[in-house]
């Protein structure tokens, strides 16, 4: 395909850019033309949320690389668009506020509580677009008169999928848990369920251990002064508790899944979801993981594939 349209809205002060939404009005206006009766017109939408560090031109560019894959796999493409969302998460990118916060320990006193205020802000983030995006892009304006009285209940439905990198991957596993009802599927890559156990074993230094933190009490972490300035009390007893509700209570059997993970990746490890992984796969049989097993904490070109092939496939 030729490259997908960009367009940008100020979206309660993000940028949010869209990709591919030129195909929407004329997919919409075809349906002032249907001579049956029309429960919804579905729109597909993948937000994908980059990782720390970055911005969005990173996922942009994955979502130029997604779309072309997409449109060659889907034999039915036409049938209902698919665009994409992305924009900058807080103090990142345009957003700025402060770089040295967006650090991990070392450079960084207060990484973990940065990192999950970012994660926390992102969803947030994320909530927003969703709920405004479809005023923004107000598609029910080119719905006819006759079309709409022939149809009083007809919704535009929009097929909201959240997925994302790195610290976005972590934001699409816990957008899930708090926004079941937004979302048809997740998509996290080289993300994780688990961050309490990828920060304890980082902070400690401590590796190959599957031990699962979340049901830890702060004082059996047995963590030295520095490490208590490191990692707060209050942030393990938030953060513990989010991910103990993740493991034992998801909504696997609503939401789909494509996780993708880096086989020799050693900043988000792959056993710490793995479990998680392998139950959400057996639970929900159009979910499916990937592992790239020479990559590390990357996004590789058979990730985005994969990704596309499972999107060209389940929706």
Known sequence: MSEPSKVTYNIGGIATHIFNSDKLVPYVKKFNEANHPVESIPINVVYLVHG?????????????????????????????????????????GSRIVNEQNNHSWGKNETHAVDMMSIIEGSIQNVKLII???????????????????????????????????????????????????????????????????????????????????????????????????NYPEALHKRISKQDQTIFENFPMN???????????????????????????????????IYTDEQAGHEVTPSMLDKFSSWLARTI
């Open 52 to 92: 720390r560090t970055n911005d969005y031109k990173s996922t942009e560019s994955a979502a130029y690389t997604i779309l072309d894959q997409y449109y060659k796999k889907k034999t039915n493409a036409d049938d209902v668009p698919l665009i994409f969302i992305t924009f900058d998460i807080p103090n990142h």
């Open 131 to 229: 709920d405004y995006l479809p005023g923004y892009l107000n598609l029910d304006y080119y719905l006819s008169d006759e079309f709409r009285r022939v149809n009083p209940g007809l919704t535009i439905k929009f097929n909201n999928i959240v997925g994302g990198f790195s610290l976005g991957g972590h934001v699409a596993i816990r957008y899930g848990i708090k926004h079941p009802e937004d979302v048809i599927a997740i998509a996290p890559v080289i993300g994780s369920s688990d961050l309490t156990s990828l920060f304890v074993t980082r902070l400690k230094k401590i590796s190959n251990d599957d031990k699962k933190y979340f049901y830890f009490n702060y004082d059996e972490l047995d963590l030295s002064d520095q490490e208590k300035l």
């Open 254 to 288: 609503k939401l789909k899944l494509f996780a993708a993970f880096g086989g020799q990746d050693t900043l988000v490890p792959s056993r710490f979801s793995s479990v998680w992984s392998e139950s959400y796969v057996t639970t929900n049989d159009a979910s499916e």
